[in-house]
T-cell receptor, first 115, second 113 residues
Framework: TQLLEQSPQFLSIQEGENLTVYCNSSSVFSSLQWYRQEPGEGPVLLVTVVTGGEVKKLKRLTFQFGDARKDSSLHITAAQPGDTGLYLCAGAPGAGGTSYGKLTFGQGTILTVHP | EAQVTQNPRYLITVTGKKLTVTCSQNMNHEYMSWYRQDPGLGLRQIYYSMNVEVTDKGDVPEGYKVSRKEKRNFPLILESPSPNQTSLYFC????????????FGNGTRLTVT
């Protein structure tokens, strides 16, 4: 099993602060996704990155895929209480092409943004 | 409304009593999968299915069975549940390859005593 290590596991910050969540592996992934999960619900996809070095922005969220496709980061600018939730990265193992089967998830980062 | 529906949402059972958690999707997705979520371990894949009558083991398949007789349904079967299968279970589906969005159900919280 190819592992994805997320850090930090817990993050508690004040509204308006910036934060970065990391997702690291020793293995190469053909693509990487970030999901957000709220209590009592299933995860919801935020973004998919597929190209090494790719950067995608979603309002105040910036996602980056490492050049070697072994790591990714999620940066939130000026966090708001509505950003509170569990953030999960998920990678498709392999060096390239479309993989249909397994998707490996990181352990998750629980983010709490206080007003 | 496009959705993945799991039932039941909550289930308490005793060791050894066979149970089935149902999962149905109305999006005509080929791919369906079951995950379990435990604190500090993230989501771990139990089984997945790339189409009707095609199923494969994920990372933690021991103690579970699945079937995919119809495209929309993918039930998870625990023949003889044990306390270490107490967990939060999610069913998910998607159309296309692994870069496509996974659509999750709202989860089934299972407790085995």
């Amino acid at each position: 099993t190819q592992l994805l290590e997320q850090s930090p596991q817990f993050l508690s910050i004040q509204e308006g602060e910036n934060l970065t969540v990391y997702c690291n592996s020793s293995s190469v992934f053909s693509s990487l996704q970030w999901y957000r999960q709220e209590p009592g619900e299933g995860p919801v996809l935020l973004v998919t990155v597929v190209t090494g070095g790719e950067v995608k922005k979603l309002k105040r969220l910036t996602f980056q895929f490492g050049d070697a496709r072994k790591d990714s980061s999620l940066h939130i600018t000026a966090a708001q209480p509505g950003d509170t939730g569990l953030y999960l990265c998920a990678g498709a193992p392999g060096a390239g092409g479309t993989s249909y089967g397994k998707l490996t998830f990181g352990q998750g980062t629980i983010l709490t943004v206080h007003p | 409304e496009a959705q993945v529906t799991q039932n039941p949402r909550y289930l308490i059972t005793v060791t050894g009593k066979k149970l089935t958690v149902t999962c149905s999707q109305n999006m005509n997705h080929e791919y369906m999968s079951w995950y379990r979520q435990d604190p500090g371990l993230g989501l771990r894949q139990i089984y997945y299915s790339m189409n009707v009558e095609v199923t494969d083991k994920g990372d933690v398949p021991e103690g579970y069975k699945v079937s995919r007789k119809e495209k929309r349904n993918f039930p998870l079967i625990l023949e003889s549940p044990s306390p270490n299968q107490t967990s939060l279970y999610f069913c998910a589906s998607r159309h296309g390859g692994v870069e496509s969005p996974l659509h999750f159900g709202n989860g089934t919280r299972l407790t085995v005593t």
